[in-house]
């Protein structure tokens, strides 16, 4: 069982950049396949990143590919998503998900735990 609690969303200007912390508890974290998804209202909720359990392999689609980055310290229990260079079409809802199998999923379905979410508006 891991619990998730996310922070640092905000309003930006288009061009901006924010940084996404997303803190976890329990003491297998470092065993967890985490990512990021984000939804905007009336829109499936969409995959932004993830990353190994080790940290050595991260996936990112091509609507932030060069733009974002995930990383994660194991010792403090928490993954990060760096935004740079963002866009009015980001602006979203973003949550911050686990699994604890020794796999990269890109959808939705295959996370089992997840956090509250934090808004991210970026103006134009």
């Known amino acids: 069982q891991v619990q998730l609690v996310e922070s640092g969303g905000g309003l930006v200007q288009a061009g901006g950049s924010l940084r996404l912390s997303c803190a976890a508890s329990g003491r297998t974290f470092s065993r967890y396949t985490m990512a990021w998804f984000r939804q905007a209202p009336g829109k499936e909720r969409e995959f932004v990143a993830a990353i190994s359990w080790s940290g050595g392999s991260t996936y990112y689609p091509d609507s932030v590919k060069g733009r974002f980055t995930i990383s994660r310290d194991n010792a403090k229990n928490t993954v990060y998503l760096q935004m740079n260079s963002l866009k009015p079409e980001d602006t979203a809802v973003y949550y911050c998900?686990?699994?604890?199998?020794?796999?990269?999923?890109?959808?939705?379905?295959?996370?089992?735990?997840w956090g509250q979410g934090t808004q991210v508006t970026v103006s134009s």
């Open positions: 998900a686990a699994d604890p199998r020794l796999r990269i999923a890109l959808s939705h379905h295959e996370y089992d735990y």
